[in-house]
Nanobody
Framework: QVQLVESGGGLVQAGDSLRLSCAAS????????MGWFRQAPGKEREFVAA???????SYSDSVKGRSTISRDNAKNSLFLQINSLKPDDTAVYYC????????????????WGQGTQVTVSS
């Protein structure tokens, strides 16, 4: 069983930065691709960023250029740095694990955390 716990969310102002963390309780953390998704009220969960086992990264257009996803396999941890936050970034952010190459799609994720709220005020 895999458990994922996100942290680092909060209430910030537009233009601020946040670093989200995801701690994973799994022995084979390095075997998984990891992703960040977000879900705003009334909207579907959407892809934000992902990092593969070989640390290839992928970003949504909405955060590309102002976000960095990274992982620390020794600490079973995943991170997402988001700069220049906008009110449209307001959502619950989730991390997930996948063994699929289709890491932009929620259906291919095996496990999810409970999420961390990010609220950006204008």
């Amino acid at each position: 069983q895999v458990q994922l716990v996100e942290s680092g969310g909060g209430l910030v102002q537009a233009g601020d930065s946040l670093r989200l963390s995801c701690a994973a309780s799994v022995r084979t953390f390095s075997y998984y691709a990891m992703g960040w998704f977000r879900q705003a009220p009334g909207k579907e969960r959407e892809f934000v960023a992902a990092i593969t086992r070989t640390e290839r990264t992928s970003y949504s257009d909405s955060v590309k250029g102002r976000s960095t996803i990274s992982r620390d396999n020794a600490k079973n941890s995943l991170f997402l740095q988001i700069n220049s936050l906008k009110p449209d970034d307001t959502a619950v952010y989730y991390c997930g694990t996948t063994r699929s190459v289709a890491f932009r799609q929620t259906d291919y994720y095996d496990y999810w955390g409970q999420g961390t709220q990010v609220t950006v005020s204008s």
